[in-house]
């Protein structure tokens, strides 16, 4: 059986990144954080096509996947992947349930109160001039592209979130670590901005 934290993702997922020549420059969490809310200050929801690779600590093979995500504040994402790793992920605040279709199946888990979309746009809502509680946050810039580091400090599913993106808003990739070894990353491309998204778009 295939459990929720294998597939998972992801709220509000998060990035190393293989940029070309600029050298990185590492910044304050605070600036990096700054700049995250200032990249999708203007953005009440999106969606774009991804390219999963999953790394499983009990396989050698990587499960590589097509899919689909879609995202609206202040706390919806859903994620969905295409055979031969079918599944559907949608998380509201900090709620994750997951759906996969080919084996009929749904479970459900609920993550910490602290990693809870709503809670981490609410503070980004607002000018960042100091760091959340519960976080340590690392942050970097290479040209326009920016990468951040989130590593919460109560021990649970995740041991990091990285998030790469462009000050224009576009995400770039996201990559999840996992404290039994997981690790995930999700490669963004087509970007939508705006749309007009619907709870109907938000549906296992």
């Given at each position: 059986m295939v459990k929720l934290r294998t597939v998972f993702f992801p709220i509000?997922?998060?990035?190393?990144?293989?940029?070309?020549?600029?050298?990185?420059?590492?910044?304050?969490?605070?600036?990096?954080?700054?700049?995250?809310?200032r990249a999708f200050a203007g953005i009440s929801d999106f969606s774009a096509d991804i390219i999963q690779e999953k790394q499983l600590t009990l396989m050698k093979k990587k499960m590589i996947a097509s899919g689909t995500v879609r995202f609206r504040k202040p706390d919806s994402f859903f994620m969905e992947l295409r055979s031969p790793y079918a599944s559907r992920v949608l998380l509201k605040d900090n709620t994750l349930s997951l759906k996969l279709p080919n084996e009929a199946e749904r479970q459900k888990m609920v993550l910490p109160a602290e990693q809870g979309l709503s809670r981490w746009f609410a503070f980004l809502d607002r000018q960042v001039k100091s760091m959340p509680g519960g976080f340590d946050v690392r942050a970097e810039k290479r040209g326009t592209i920016l990468s951040l580091r989130i590593l919460p400090r109560a021990k649970g599913a995740m041991k990091e979130l990285q998030v790469t993106f462009r000050e224009d808003g576009r995400l770039i990739r996201l990559v999840i670590e996992e404290n039994n070894g997981d690790r995930t990353v999700i490669g963004f491309r087509n970007v939508k901005k705006n749309t007009g998204l619907t709870d109907k778009d938000f549906q296992l």
């Open positions: 509000l997922c998060f990035v190393l990144i293989f940029a070309p020549s600029v050298s990185a420059a590492a910044i304050s969490p605070v600036e990096g954080l700054e700049a995250f809310r």
